[in-house]
T-cell receptor, first 112, second 112 residues
C-alpha cells in the first residue's frame, strides 16, 4: 500500500503562497494523487487530483515530478479562510478502493 | 441540489449495543464509502460499495458491516459497539473511478 507522509503543521501569512509536500515512495503505476481540505466539524472537500506533471484549477496547483514519489500542493495567495487540514491521498483503481490511503494531514494555519 | 446526508449527527450508546448510522445521497452515485476519523490517524476506510448489492471491506472493517439495497443508501452497522469505536464517522460518494468524493457532515459516535 502506498503510504503518504506530510508535515504535521505549517504556518503562513495572508497573501503568501503555500506549498505542502507529500511523500509517497511506494506509489504504484495506476495510483492517482488527490488532495482534500477539511475544516473543523466538516467532511473533507476535494481540491485537486493528478497523475503526473502539473495540474491547475481555480483554487490550487498540483506538481508531480517524473518519478511520482512526491507531490506538492500549491495554494496561491492564501487567506485566513484557508486555515484547515490538508490531506494527501494516493490510490488507484487496481485492487479496489481498499488501496485508498489518507495521510494524517497537514494542519495549515494562516495568520493575519 | 444534490447532497449527501448522515444521521444521526451525534450518538451516545453503551458498550455491546447494536448501532446503525445512516448515509443517504441524492447524487445518484454508484460508489459509496464509510470512513472513521480519529485524532492522529486521519481518515481510515471502513467499507465501500461499487453499487447495489456490492460491499467490500476496507482497512478497518472489523466490527462493522454495511448493506447496499439501493443506490441512495449505505447504512453502517456496529454489531456490538465497543469503546474503541468511539470516533467521528464520515460517509462519502463518488460517481466513478477515483473521481471526486463528496463527503457528508459526519456522525460523532460515543460508546460508553
Amino acid at each position: 500500500l502506498a503510504k503518504t507522509t506530510q508535515p504535521i503543521s505549517m504556518d503562513s501569512y495572508e497573501g503568501q503562497e503555500v506549498n505542502i509536500t507529500c511523500s509517497h515512495n511506494n506509489i504504484a503505476t495506476n495510483d492517482y494523487i488527490t488532495w482534500y481540505q477539511q475544516f473543523p466539524s466538516q467532511g473533507p472537500r476535494f481540491i485537486i487530483q493528478g497523475y503526473k506533471t502539473k495540474v491547475t484549477n481555480e483554487v490550487a496547483s498540483l506538481f508531480i515530478p517524473a518519478d511520482r514519489k512526491s507531490s506538492t500542493l500549491s495554494l496561491p495567495r492564501v487567506s485566513l479562510s484557508d486555515t484547515a487540514v490538508y490531506y494527501c491521498l494516493v490510490g488507484g483503481l487496481s485492487g479496489g478502493y481498499n488501496k485508498l490511503i489518507f495521510g494524517a494531514g497537514t494542519r495549515l494555519a494562516v495568520h493575519p | 441540489d444534490a447532497e449527501i446526508t448522515q444521521s444521526p449527527r451525534h450518538k451516545i450508546t453503551e458498550t455491546g449495543r447494536q448501532v446503525t448510522l445512516a448515509c443517504h445521497q441524492t447524487w445518484n452515485h454508484n460508489n459509496m464509502f464509510w470512513y472513521r476519523q480519529d485524532l492522529g490517524h486521519g481518515l481510515r476506510l471502513i467499507h465501500y460499495s461499487y453499487g447495489v448489492q456490492d460491499t467490500n471491506k476496507g482497512e478497518v472493517s472489523d466490527g462493522y458491516s454495511v448493506s447496499r439495497s439501493n443506490t441512495e443508501d449505505l447504512p453502517l452497522t456496529l454489531e456490538s459497539a465497543a469503546s474503541s469505536q468511539t470516533s467521528v464517522y464520515f460517509c462519502a460518494s463518488s460517481s466513478q473511478g477515483l473521481g471526486e468524493q463528496y463527503f457528508g457532515p459526519g456522525t460523532r459516535l460515543t460508546v460508553t
